[in-house]
């Protein structure tokens, strides 16, 4: 397995612009988690969905973010208009809830800088 | 709510000397307790788990026993490696997300 593919790995853009991130899960899990890591707030749960459903949004910084899952194998978590403050690493953790230790996997990252 | 509470870092170590990074949790019930780990420029990932109290989970020479009584998943290693330096992060499972402790950096020198 190929593992949770993130792209793109590094974005540089302008403030204002729109971004896109995108992540597929491992194949046969049925969550999926947005988390955004800095130095300064650490790692913070961003959204999750579970069968594609959004499940907690409560992490959601304000309205420029959202993120949609049309599918199993599939998110993206969008940033309109994009501002310096959300220069950070984003990660994609996908899992197969069940009952016990739930363990997550997570992408490399997507490292957005906006300028 | 759940929370999980680690030490400060960084915690600076010669190569071979003993580690532990402590962790202790706030939760109802008796959730499932994790360590990740997390090398420069790469996601987290999972190091260690345990289901249930007293269960003591291991991997890669480090271990980590789940206390009910103290509330408490510290993480140790008898002989840390200079490949072991990264930033590792206890987590509680609630119940189908995790919330995650905010790390403790481990650099080793040799």
């Known amino acids: 397995d190929a593992g949770v593919i993130q792209s793109p790995r590094h974005e540089v853009t302008e403030m204002g612009q729109e971004v896109t991130l995108r992540c597929k899960p491992i194949?046969?899990?049925?969550?999926l988690f947005w988390y955004r890591q800095t130095m300064m707030r650490g790692l913070e749960l961003l959204i999750y969905?579970?069968?594609?459903?959004?499940?907690?949004d409560s992490g959601m910084p304000e309205d420029r973010f959202s993120a949609k899952m049309p599918n199993a194998s599939f998110s993206t978590l969008k940033i309109q208009p994009s501002e310096p403050r959300d220069s950070a690493v984003y990660f994609c953790?996908?899992?197969?809830?069940?009952?016990?230790?739930?363990?997550?996997?997570f992408g490399p990252g997507t490292r957005l800088t906006v300028l | 709510g759940d929370s999980v509470t680690q030490m400060e870092g960084p915690v600076t170590l010669s190569e071979e000397a003993f580690l532990t990074i402590n962790c202790t949790y706030t939760?109802?019930?008796?959730?499932?307790l994790f360590w990740y780990v997390q090398y420069p420029g790469e996601g987290l990932q999972l190091l260690l788990k345990?289901?249930?109290?007293?269960d003591k989970g291991s991997n890669k020479g480090f271990e980590a026993t789940y206390r009910k009584e103290t509330t408490s998943f510290h993480l140790e290693k008898g002989s840390v490696q200079v490949s072991d330096s990264a930033v590792y992060f206890c987590a509680l499972q609630d119940p189908d997300k995790l919330i995650f402790g905010t790390g403790t950096r481990l650099q080793v020198f040799p």
């Open positions: 953790a996908s899992s197969l809830v069940e009952r016990g230790g739930n363990e997550q996997f």
């Open positions: 939760a109802t019930g008796y959730p499932s």
């Open positions: 194949s046969g899990h049925n969550s």
């Open positions: 345990a289901t249930k109290a007293d």
């Open positions: 969905f579970n069968n594609n459903v959004p499940i907690d």
